[in-house]
T-cell receptor, first 111, second 111 residues
Framework: DGGITQSPKYLFRKEGQNVTLSCEQN?????MYWYRQDPGQGLRLIYY???????QKGDIAEGYSVSREKKESFPLTVTSAQKNPTAFYLC??????????FGSGTRLTVV | KNEVEQSPQNLTAQEGEFITINCSYS?????LHWLQQHPGGGIVSLFM???GKKKHGRLIATINIQEKHSSLHITASHPRDSAVYIC?????????????FGKGTKLSVKP
């Protein structure tokens, strides 16, 4: 079945470390997105990519970086510059005029 | 003021009850999405609509463009419907991926 795979499900980061969250889709969708979810808040857009080798900053891109070298993959790196990285991260994809498909998320905790 | 408001924030129902969750928005939209988030965090897209009404099983979504309002109804509710229901809107003329999310309605259905 087609879908989005996010890994790992849980991730622990030490202060000052960079970590990379994986997002892979086999839906042949052109557009992919990263969202952050904090308790009591709506999802907020970090980065998105509409085609390979191109991506755009969302509302809260500071402290994050992405790449889109392949259509299927859109990894998110949480850098040490992100001062409050503990959150739930969701990856999504969409084809034009269709609804969104979301992954199961990665819960990142700073220890 | 949030651009997407959901009500109620929390809802407890008895199995079999008819449930309504409301979403109001203040911007021009291209489409409205209803999403379901289970306790594990993964999100499933339930509906995408830009006018009228859609039905899938026991779920019904309606939208009134003039009043900038949408409702999600669940008929014959069941404990497995317990989840957070999220309303999100795509901004008319906005960049793809720039959904604005409500904060969600947490539904608990008791047996």
């Amino acid at each position: 079945d087609g879908g989005i795979t996010q890994s790992p499900k849980y991730l622990f980061r030490k202060e000052g470390q960079n970590v990379t969250l994986s997002c892979e889709q086999n839906l042949n969708h052109d557009a992919m997105y990263w969202y952050r979810q904090d308790p009591g808040q709506g999802l907020r857009l970090i980065y998105y990519s509409q085609i390979v080798n191109d991506f755009q900053k969302g509302d809260i891109a500071e402290g994050y970086s992405v790449s889109r070298e392949k259509k299927e993959s859109f990894p998110l790196t949480v850098t040490s510059a992100q001062k409050n990285p503990t959150a739930f991260y969701l990856c999504a994809s969409t084809a034009s005029n269709y609804g969104y498909t979301f992954g199961s998320g990665t819960r990142l905790t700073v220890v | 003021k949030n651009e997407v408001e959901q009500s109620p924030q929390n809802l407890t129902a008895q199995e079999g009850e008819f449930i309504t969750i409301n979403c109001s928005y203040s911007v021009g939209i291209s489409a409205l999405h209803w999403l379901q988030q289970h306790p594990g965090g993964g999100i499933v897209s339930l509906f995408m609509l830009s006018s009228g009404k859609k039905k899938h099983g026991r779920l019904i979504a309606t939208i009134n463009i003039q009043e900038k309002h949408s409702s999600l109804h669940i008929t014959a509710s069941h404990p497995r419907d317990s989840a957070v229901y999220i309303c999100a809107v795509g901004i008319y003329g906005g960049s793809q991926g720039n959904l604005i999310f409500g904060k969600g309605t947490k539904l608990s259905v008791k047996p």
